[in-house]
């Protein structure tokens, strides 16, 4: 088996426990409150190895840093919040639209023509969005699957900004301003709802920290190493991994309209994945 696939299932494995560790710790904190401390503890670790590897800062693309880190942090905020509120499943599938997302901003800032095969997969990726969000129904469930949908948007927007940032700019450094930067957007989230973590809360969200950034840097490894869309691909058995710690934990049992929803948002995303992908190949030919 290839590095570059190890490092994927490795991947969407420590992600999917860190998930678990959200949805298990959430009973207690807030979501803004776990987005802090896992900013936080990530800041301590990045520094730590910033500092082992003698790496500085750079002076210039600081405002493009930034927005990363913006983008980062409110799609942290959202996820948190989608999985303290929902089955494990429907937050994780919800998290998967992002590809639609880039290829919208992808067209709307870099100014990168939508094929018409691309439309077709939005619209399967957008009717499979529906499914999750049920607008008919006008619950709460609804209210919290856009949230979802938008941290979709700005987890997309966070892609582009790190397209960008990579040929100029450290991995150490991008990963820096996303866990500092998510660190400080959710203190105004959590200023009147701050709970004191117990010792095993504690202990939750010390885990979290480590594992989110085992996670990223599995993944930076299996994106250096493999096909984008490869590693696209395996990241989608998360979601099957995220549905068995579900049904596990929780006795969370996802119904038709799930499942439906669940399969056109992979076969749509994975589509656009592989679309992309042949774009850019051509491009560099």
């Given at each position: 088996m290839k590095n570059g696939v190890v490092f994927a299932l490795l991947s969407a494995s420590v992600f999917s426990v860190m998930n678990v560790l959200v949805k298990a710790?959430?009973?207690?904190?807030?979501?803004?409150?776990?987005?802090?401390?896992?900013?936080l503890i990530g800041t301590i670790l990045?520094?730590?190895?910033?500092?082992?590897?003698r790496m500085s800062f750079s002076r210039n693309g600081i405002p493009m840093l930034v927005i990363r880190g913006l983008m980062g942090g409110l799609y942290m905020l959202a996820f948190f919040y989608t999985l303290s509120?929902?089955?494990?499943s429907d937050a994780s599938i919800l998290a998967q639209t992002s590809p639609v997302f880039v290829i919208l901003l992808s067209g709307l800032i870099l100014k990168e023509r939508i094929s018409g095969s691309?439309?077709?997969?939005?619209?399967?990726?957008?009717?499979?969005?529906?499914?999750?969000?049920?607008?008919?129904?006008?619950?709460?469930?609804?209210?919290?699957?856009?949230v979802g949908l938008l941290?979709?948007?700005?987890?997309?927007a966070a892609s582009i900004s790190i397209r960008y940032l990579s040929k100029s700019h450290p991995s150490y450094e991008i990963v820096f301003y996303f866990v500092a930067t998510s660190m400080l957007i959710a203190i105004p989230f959590m200023w009147h709802s701050f709970v004191i973590p117990s010792w095993v809360d504690i202990t939750y969200l010390f885990a979290i920290g480590v594992v989110s950034l085992l996670g990223q840097i599995f993944l930076t490894k299996a994106f250096t190493h493999e096909n984008a869309v490869v590693v696209q691909m395996i990241s989608y058995s998360g979601l099957l991994m995220n549905v068995l710690f579900g049904l596990w934990f929780w006795r969370e049992i996802p119904d038709v309209i799930t499942f439906i929803g669940g399969f056109l948002i992979i076969v749509g995303c994975t589509g656009l994945s592989v679309m992309k992908q042949r774009q850019v190949k051509e491009v560099s030919v």
């Open positions: 710790v959430s009973n207690h904190i807030p979501a803004a409150e776990i987005a802090f401390f896992r900013g990045i520094l730590f190895f910033m500092h082992y590897s509120k929902m089955p494990l691309a439309g077709w997969l939005l619209a399967l990726t957008f009717i499979g969005a529906i499914c999750l969000v049920n607008p008919i129904q006008y619950s709460s469930f609804s209210l919290i699957a856009l941290g979709a948007l700005c987890s997309a």
